[in-house]
């Protein structure tokens, strides 16, 4: 099975940035939703960003004018650059390519 690995993640002060990075184990063929999903302690994984395979891009209403979805299934990688960072964007930030997740990377926002 193809393995997703993440990067990027760490502890950054509010109002700081960074830039999740996601690779595959090797290629997947064909045309694919990509995104990026989190989960918080105590709360349900929800939808971060989104490409759909078409080239259609859905936010988050929370993350929406901070973050920046981007990706290429050709070469199967997808990004995720934050912005404006928030204590309550602290989650578990996971990749998901076609029917692939990664293991997910802490991103943690605190002063």
């Known amino acids: 099975q193809v393995q997703l690995v993440e990067s990027g993640g760490g502890l950054v002060q509010p109002g700081g940035s960074l830039r999740l990075s996601c690779t595959a184990s090797?290629?997947?063929?064909?045309?694919?939703?990509m995104g990026w999903y989190r989960q918080a302690p105590g709360k349900q994984r929800e939808l971060v960003a989104a490409i759909t395979r078409i080239g259609n891009i859905n936010y988050a209403d929370s993350v929406k004018g901070r973050f920046t979805i981007s990706g290429d299934n050709v070469k199967n990688m997808v990004y995720l650059q934050m912005y404006s960072l928030k204590p309550e964007d602290t989650a578990v930030y996971f990749c998901?390519?076609?029917?692939?997740w990664g293991q997910g990377t802490q991103v943690t926002v605190s002063s």
């Open positions: 998901n390519q076609w029917t692939y």
């Open positions: 090797r290629r997947i063929i064909g045309s694919y939703d």
